[in-house]
C-alpha cells in the first residue's frame, strides 16, 4: 500500500508547479482579453464609418 501511495505522489503538482501553471494560464487569458478590446474597438469603428456613409448616400442621392 506504502508503494501505491508513493507512485501516487509522483503524479501529484507541487504548489510551485501549479503557481507557475497558473501564472501561466493568466497571461494567456491577458493576451487574449487585449486581442478581444482590440477587435472590438476595430468593429465599432468599422461600423460607424460604414454608418457614416450610408447616411450620406442616403443625404445625397435618395433625397433628390
Request: charged letters at 25%; a negative charge.
Amino acid at each position: 500500500m506504502e508503494a501505491e501511495f508513493a507512485a501516487g505522489q509522483d503524479g501529484l503538482a507541487t504548489r510551485i508547479e501549479m503557481r507557475d501553471g497558473f501564472h501561466a494560464l493568466e497571461l494567456k487569458i491577458e493576451s487574449v482579453r487585449s486581442d478581444l478590446v482590440r477587435w472590438v474597438f476595430v468593429c465599432t469603428f468599422g461600423q460607424a464609418a460604414l454608418l457614416a456613409g450610408v447616411v450620406y448616400f442616403v443625404l445625397t442621392y435618395v433625397r433628390k
